[in-house]
């Protein structure tokens, strides 16, 4: 898909659907793909509910899949601005659309999933041809099965905070992702401190003032330590689940005023993509089925305990806002429920 090629999904008792990431085609791609210029655009439901289109095929989350008819008037621009809200604003005049019935829709929401795996907007032109490259459903969903993690390899890893520390990495058989666990102090019997940490280039690497990762990320190690026992997990789901270059996208549609959550609905994704069953699987490989988590986050919880680890403490983890992240924090208090 990141190279402009076109593939088949599969789904039992469906048609195959036949896909071309808009993102990576361009006109001579989809001219080849279509060449009696006979496709459609599925998109994804968040996406439709800003063309205005919910009204025509309501869906029940943002990232399940609305197909869109061709229209006279299509091409390669148009499609680019269907899939991309950052160019609402340069071109806010795109109809009008009619949605048509989706026929393969398992398919469909499975092709949503792999345009976020692979950290492509979630956007297809479907056509007819017959690719080359197919794929199962199935396999999607197995590429990010969490109880397929197993352990890479341990290593002693002296950190700044924490010079008794160990390192342990995990990774499944068909996921590129490497999550890891930073074991901090001797176990003690205890349940011991979590925290669940989604990976943050911009704020665990370059001090980004936009989100609060980087110093939660230091005061978690900190609290760890000082617990005497305890586990950070680093989880690589960045920007909720999303992936680096969507986030960045998220960050431009938050300059035009959107806050997080809408700017994820708006790109086509759920609110929070992530799947904190990887965390409860490092957890139980590392032998830890009851914990002390700290987070202020409610769905870690959830997440945690429906995958079986008891988490049998929340232990709160606010660190003061700056100028850059007051909306962002007050977003995470008044919409994703953060106990802040």
């Known amino acids: 898909m990141r190279r402009g090629w076109p593939i088949a999904l599969h789904a039992p008792g469906e048609p195959p659907l036949v896909l071309l990431a808009v993102e990576t085609a361009d006109a001579a791609r989809l001219a080849a793909f279509a060449p009696d210029e006979d496709y459609a655009v599925l998109i994804s439901a968040g996406r439709a509910e800003t063309l205005t289109l919910t009204n025509q095929r309501a869906a029940a989350a943002p990232d399940q899949p609305v197909l869109i008819e061709r229209a006279p008037w299509f091409d390669m621009a148009l499609a680019t601005a269907l899939a991309d809200p950052q160019l609402d604003l340069a071109t806010p005049f795109k109809g009008p659309f009619r949605t048509a019935v989706m026929v393969s829709p398992v398919a469909g929401a499975?092709?949503?999933?792999?345009?976020?795996?692979?950290?492509?907007?979630?956007?297809?032109?479907?056509?007819?041809?017959?690719?080359?490259?197919?794929?199962?459903?199935?396999?999607i969903d197995?590429?990010?099965?969490?109880?397929?993690?197993?352990?890479?390899?341990?290593?002693?890893l002296p950190v700044a905070q924490a010079e008794d520390a160990e390192i342990v990495a995990f990774r499944s058989p068909e996921s590129a992702d490497e999550h890891v666990a930073l074991l901090i102090g001797q176990p003690t019997g205890d349940p011991p401190l979590v925290r669940l940490h989604s990976e943050c280039l911009t704020g665990d690497v370059l001090g980004s003032l936009k989100c609060d990762c980087g110093p939660q990320l230091d005061a978690a190690i900190h609290r760890i330590r000082d617990a005497g026992w305890g586990i950070l997990l680093y989880l690589r789901q960045e920007g909720r689940g999303i992936g680096l270059v969507?986030?960045?996208?998220?960050?431009?549609?938050?300059?035009?005023?959107?806050?997080?959550?809408?700017a994820n609905t708006r790109l086509g994704f759920a609110v929070d993509a992530r799947d904190f069953g990887v965390a409860a699987r490092m957890l139980v490989l590392l032998g830890q089925e009851r914990v002390r988590l700290l987070t202020n986050n409610p769905a870690k919880v959830t997440g945690l305990e429906a995958a079986g680890v008891s988490v049998v403490e929340r232990v709160p983890h606010a660190l003061p806002a700056n100028p850059h992240n007051v909306r962002y924090l007050a977003t995470k208090r008044d919409r994703t429920g953060h106990q802040l």
């Open 110 to 139: 499975a092709a949503l999933r792999l345009a976020r795996i692979a950290g492509l907007l979630p956007a297809f032109f479907t056509g007819a041809t017959d690719p080359a490259v197919s794929v199962d459903v199935a396999a």
């Open 142 to 156: 197995a590429h990010e099965d969490a109880s397929r993690l197993t352990i890479a390899v341990r290593a002693r």
């Open 246 to 262: 969507n986030k960045l996208r998220a960050y431009a549609l938050q300059d035009q005023g959107h806050d997080t959550v809408d």
